[in-house]
C-alpha cells in the first residue's frame, strides 16, 4: 500500500458522510449520496455501465427507499477497505482505500468556511 491508499484514521457520520484521512497527509470527505452513489458491487456497476450507455434511461438502484439514506452498520475488512450496510438495505459494497481515493472529491483539503461573525472591529 502506498501513503495515498493507507487510510490512517476513519470519521464515519451515519447521517452525513465519511471522511478519510490518508497517510500522505490528504483529506477527504465523502458524502453518502455520492458512496451509495459509487457502490463498488458488481450490481451497482453493472447497473452504472448499463446507464452510460444508455445516458436518458431512468436508472432505480435496488433496494428499500423509506427515509433519508443513512449508514446502518459499517466494518473493516482486514487493513484495506470498509463495508457499508446502508439503510436501503445495500451490503455487498466493500469500499477499498485504493477505490476511495479513486473516487474522491477533487476539493480536498479545502479550508472549512469562516462562520459569519458580523462586521469585525477595526483596531
Known sequence: MSPSTTALRLDLKK???LTVEFADGRTFFYPLALLRSKCPCASCREMRQQQATRPRSLTVLKGT????LKVVNAQLVGNYAL?????DEHTSGIYSFDYLREIAPQDANAPAPMPNQGNPSKV
Open 83 to 87: 463495508q457499508i450496510e446502508w439503510s
Open 65 to 68: 427507499y423509506d427515509g433519508p
Open 15 to 17: 447521517t452525513d458522510g
